[in-house]
T-cell receptor, first 112, second 111 residues
Framework: QKEVEQNSGPLSVPEGAIASLNCTYS??????FFWYRQYSGKSPELIMS????GDKEDGRFTAQLNKASQYVSLLIRDSQPSDSATYLC????????????FGTGTQLKVEL | EPEVTQTPSHQVTQMGQEVILRCVPI?????FYWYRQILGQKVEFLVS????????KSEIFDDQFSVERPDGSNFTLKIRSTKLEDSAMYFCASNGANEQYFGPGTRLTVT
């Protein structure tokens, strides 16, 4: 069973702080990694993709990948109340159109 | 910005009835997917579709389910003889170059 594991939270951070979200995966053949944001009752919204080891930054978001440790993380800098949502980690076994395997998601709450 | 659209947004049906969920993927995308999310649970893969045929399906996607791309734009999921446990959000997604974009979903309620 190929699994993607996330701490379900809730993770509470004060406004302006850095939120750190973590994900581990079991299949070493995984090639592509994604972070989606899901507001309650809405669909997953892609916020970051990462394919190689290291960091990838996009605005306030930084994705980090360590394939040796089978670990991917998402940092959100200067957290805003609008960032309060569930963050889903998703993993694709090989590149090019294959299915995504999702974790259960981490609920983030940004407090005023 | 192009987006995936889905209709209806909410479908209520009685147990044993057939439903068709519709999706219009992003126009130049080549890969299409259906996922479902039961309330409070994780997003689960159902089926992927490429070049007018199923490329992969999960154990959930049994003979009760079928997919079709009846024309150049629509992508449909048919669920025959619905059961109570089919109640969920059903998401369509499409992929042009490595990234999957999700539609807003159809909430299916089976009574």
């Amino acid at each position: 069973q190929k699994e993607v594991e996330q701490n379900s939270g809730p993770l509470s951070v004060p406004e302006g702080a850095i939120a750190s979200l973590n994900c581990t995966y079991s299949d070493r053949g995984s090639q592509s990694f994604f972070w989606y944001r899901q507001y309650s009752g809405k669909s997953p919204e892609l916020i970051m993709s990462i394919y190689s080891n290291g960091d990838k930054e996009d605005g306030r978001f930084t994705a980090q990948l360590n394939k040796a440790s089978q670990y991917v993380s998402l940092l959100i800098r200067d957290s805003q109340p609008s960032d309060s949502a569930t963050y889903l980690c998703a993993v694709e076994l090989t590149g090019g159109g294959n299915k995504l395997t999702f974790g259960t998601g981490t609920q983030l709450k940004v407090e005023l | 910005e192009p987006e995936v659209t889905q209709t209806p947004s909410h479908q209520v049906t009685q147990m044993g009835q057939e439903v068709i969920l519709r999706c219009v993927p992003i126009s130049n995308h080549l890969y299409f997917y259906w996922y479902r999310q039961i309330l409070g649970q994780k997003v689960e893969f159902l089926v992927s579709f490429y070049n007018n045929e199923i490329s992969e399906k999960s154990e959930i996607f049994d003979d009760q389910f079928s997919v079709e791309r009846p024309d150049g734009s629509n992508f449909t999921l048919k669920i025959r003889s619905t059961k109570l446990e089919d109640s969920a959000m059903y998401f369509c997604a499409s992929n042009g170059a490595n990234e999957q974009y999700f539609g807003p979903g159809t909430r299916l309620t089976v009574t």
